[in-house]
């Protein structure tokens, strides 16, 4: 009990010296326009082999990643969404919120960079707070079944 009531204290007493503010002032910086950043950062991918295609467009800012994924598989509904993510290294980590069959639904994606590809991940997949994820992310494979080729925006 004296433990839960000190470490509480030590607690308290942080979050109250963080919360103090400086005395000199902020010098302000000016905003970059946002239409100039997405403009220079945009990219567009896509995958087309037989009847199935898989359109990619992603805008960048430092290692974040935005954009819009739709997947037009033959054979399977087609799902068109959005997604927010992180490069780290040469691999794209992102959710993918998409609508399918009438219902929103969320799944991990991962994407490695190759030149100018990027290589879909696949892996054995569970979920999780109502969210498809992967069992395991070091057992992914990127197996060359769905490369996304870097084309023109349109």
């Given amino acids: 009990m004296k433990i839960q009531i000190l470490t509480a204290c030590i607690l308290f007493a ?9 005395e000199t002032p902020e010098t302000p910086v000016a905003p970059v326009p946002p239409k100039e950043i997405a403009a220079a950062e945009k990219e567009c991918y896509q995958f087309i082999k037989g009847k ?3 359109s990619l467009t992603l805008a960048m800012n430092a290692n974040n990643a935005n954009g819009e ?6 054979g399977k509904d087609k799902n068109t969404g959005t997604f927010s993510g992180i490069f780290i290294g040469d691999t794209l980590y992102s959710d993918y919120t998409f609508k399918s069959e009438g219902m929103t639904s969320v799944r991990e994606t991962v994407f490695l960079r190759s030149g100018n590809t990027l290589i879909q991940g ?4 569970t979920e999780k707070d109502n969210k498809q994820i992967f069992k395991d992310g070091k057992k992914l494979k990127f197996d060359h ?3 996304l080729t870097k084309t023109d925006c349109k």
């Fill in 52 to 54: 199935d295609t898989v």
């Fill in 69 to 74: 994924l739709s997947y037009n598989l033959d």
């Fill in 14 to 22: 942080s979050l109250t010296a963080c919360n103090k503010k400086a």
């Fill in 145 to 147: 079944s769905i490369v």
């Fill in 122 to 125: 696949f892996g054995d997949m």
